[in-house]
């Protein structure tokens, strides 16, 4: 989670009178989740952000599963997925389980015509490729390629490209994102020992109050539907807001790695956690330095987690020719490891260029339709 911040106008006492130049009072909301009993931001709005219009049916955003061996070492060409000119119908689900949605976008276009808010989850966008801004009503983030665009549930965002040619890791946590408890204070500061502080953190800013009436359309996921809702003010009218539950960016460029004599073990990657998986950075850096190391990793068995590596650019050291955007699935309860000869051939290499994420998840991930379409044929086999 990140640290206390504040954007705009904002009255000296919370919960207090806290009027406009006409002499209304600005419409304070708590914005939080777990009831009152977790993080929240105070948001102080010009009008009241309840005021709606018309309620449009939803429509289903459930992935169709594909139902078939589960227990299979997998691979996918992501950066198959069809483009598509809205963001939304861009975003294609790919693994899924009851706690996270994985999934990959192709947007052409910027969002004008409509605001999207995930009511179910907090989102992890990658920006594999692209560049543009994330407008919220917390304010701008503007963003490049390397980035994590962290947006709790419950932000109202628009999506706006500088190109038509962008690719988006999704990654939706039915939990909050969090920074590693084992980096954290008591009080929430990350640690010496963490591979990035809040320096690193890039938080909203350039927060526009829009005073506008007429018809605004957002789009709120809920349970896998999508409810079009139209709403009677432009939901970026707020005059200020403070707390600690807002979007925020972090680089993969930011994050520092850590090295030691002997090859370390996977957990030293980690960048976020939530409920019953975590995000891992693999980065360049620096191999084990004890004279007989084996840099490339030993085989190992995922028995309580499946394991997805999404490649985004460089050689990885484990593994023969992999092409970015290449997404592989290691499922709980058989061995995985480098491919033949990875490991003679990392002996004596002092760095590598590799970059990638991670998510290692501690429930089973089931496959959905939309990734047989981009499978890899007989990936399992690639070890003989």
Not at 173 to 185: A, C, G, L, Q, V
Not at 373 to 383: S, T
């Amino acid at each position: 989670m990140p640290h206390y911040h504040s954007l705009g106008h904002i009255p000296p006492k919370r919960h207090t009178q806290f009027r406009r130049p006409d002499g209304q009072l600005y419409a304070e909301e708590l914005f939080s989740t777990e009831g009152f009993s977790n993080s929240y931001s105070l948001l102080y709005h010009h009008y009241p952000p309840t005021a709606i219009l018309n309620v449009s049916k939803p429509i289903s955003m459930k992935p169709s599963l594909a139902g078939d061996m589960e227990m299979l070492h997998r691979s996918f060409k992501s950066f198959d997925v069809a483009p598509q000119d809205d963001f939304l119908e861009s975003r294609v689900i790919l693994l899924t389980n009851n706690d996270v949605q994985i999934g990959m976008a192709r947007p052409r276009h910027s969002m004008t015509a409509y605001f999207y808010k995930n009511g179910d989850s907090d989102e992890v966008i990658f920006v594999h490729q692209g560049s543009g801004t994330c407008r919220t009503n917390y304010g701008e983030l503007d963003f490049k390629y390397g980035d994590y665009i962290i947006i709790p549930r419950g932000v109202i965002y628009q999506m706006n490209f500088d190109t038509e040619d962008n690719k988006l890791l999704i990654i939706e946590s039915h939990s909050p994102i969090i920074y590693p408890k084992k980096y954290t204070s008591k009080t929430g500061q990350l640690l010496e020992h963490s591979p990035y502080c809040e320096r690193d953190i890039k938080q909203p800013k350039n927060l526009q109050t829009i005073i506008e009436e007429g018809e605004f359309l957002i789009k709120t996921k809920k349970e896998d539907q999508l409810y079009p809702y139209t709403y009677k003010y432009h939901p970026f009218c707020l005059i200020g807001w403070d707390g600690f539950h807002y979007p925020y960016i972090f680089s993969i460029h930011d994050f520092e790695p850590i090295t030691g004599r002997i090859h370390m073990p996977p957990p030293i990657h980690q960048t976020f956690e939530a409920h019953n998986f975590v995000i891992c950075s693999f980065v360049p850096r620096l191999f084990d330095y004890h004279p007989l190391s084996i840099p490339a990793p030993y085989w190992h068995s995922n028995i309580d987690s499946d394991e997805v590596m999404y490649y985004v650019d460089g050689q990885f050291m484990s593994k023969g020719h992999v092409e970015p955007g290449q997404m592989s699935l290691h499922p709980g309860g058989i061995p995985h490891g480098p491919t033949p000869g990875a490991q003679e051939a990392s002996i004596g290499k002092s760095a590598t260029e590799e970059l990638a994420v991670m998510i290692d998840t501690f429930k089973p991930l089931r496959v959905t339709q939309a990734a047989l379409d981009l499978e890899i044929k007989d990936y399992h086999l690639h070890w003989l």
